[in-house]
């Protein structure tokens, strides 16, 4: 079996100032393209049977950069979409609404726990079927990769709240002994 390669994009202007970036469909900065061709090299060697990813350009610029060919662009792996919150840093909403948590609340006029968790079941789904031929890389963002890796273990999408994951870094999932497992995270 093959396993699943996890691909969160470069760094933008948002994501290093900590606001919260769904629909809003911005540019990698020059870190974030300098670290999604440090992702390719990364990748080096390894060949994907399908590379799935967000339809943003910040994932998509990611993937070119990274050298990888996209097999197939899916509103699945879109970011949590974070409604009244896009744009706004968590410090800010504390706030304003001390005890909010994305993981358990998920965001006003946007997406709740248990919506994101249907998308990410979807493509893990298509994904671990297509295991069979291969690698399968998803090209995607901070919190929807995160509610990824905890859906893989069987955790719902909050256990997602306790797996960091930094930008154009790679994680792997695969199986140990048939069981569905994280072999890597935030590399």
Not at 36 to 49: D, K, M, N, V
Not at 104 to 129: C, H, K, S, Y
Not at 144 to 156: C, K, Q
Not at 158 to 187: D, M, P, R, Y
């Amino acid at each position: 079996m093959g396993e699943i390669v996890l691909i969160r994009h470069g760094q933008t202007e948002w994501s290093a100032a900590g606001r919260h970036t769904s629909y809003t469909d911005l540019d990698l900065t020059p870190e974030g393209e300098r670290q999604a061709r440090a992702a390719g090299e990364r990748l080096s060697g390894r060949t994907f049977a399908a590379v799935f990813s967000s339809p943003c350009k910040r994932a998509l610029r990611t993937a070119e950069l990274a050298g990888l060919t996209v097999t197939e662009i899916t509103e699945d792996l879109a970011e949590w979409n974070y409604g009244e919150y896009e744009g706004v840093t968590s410090a800010t909403i504390h706030e304003s609404d001390p005890g909010w948590s994305l993981w358990t609340d998920g965001a006003p006029g946007g997406e709740t726990p248990e919506q994101i968790t249907v998308r990410i079941d979807r493509v893990l789904a298509r994904a671990r079927e297509l295991t069979g031929s291969g690698d399968i890389a998803l090209i995607a963002h901070g919190h929807s990769l995160r509610v990824a890796g905890a859906r893989w273990i069987g955790l719902p999408a909050s256990g997602g709240g306790k797996l960091v994951l930094g930008t154009a870094t790679l994680s792997v999932l695969g199986f140990e002994h048939g069981e569905q497992a994280i072999g890597v995270w935030n590399c």
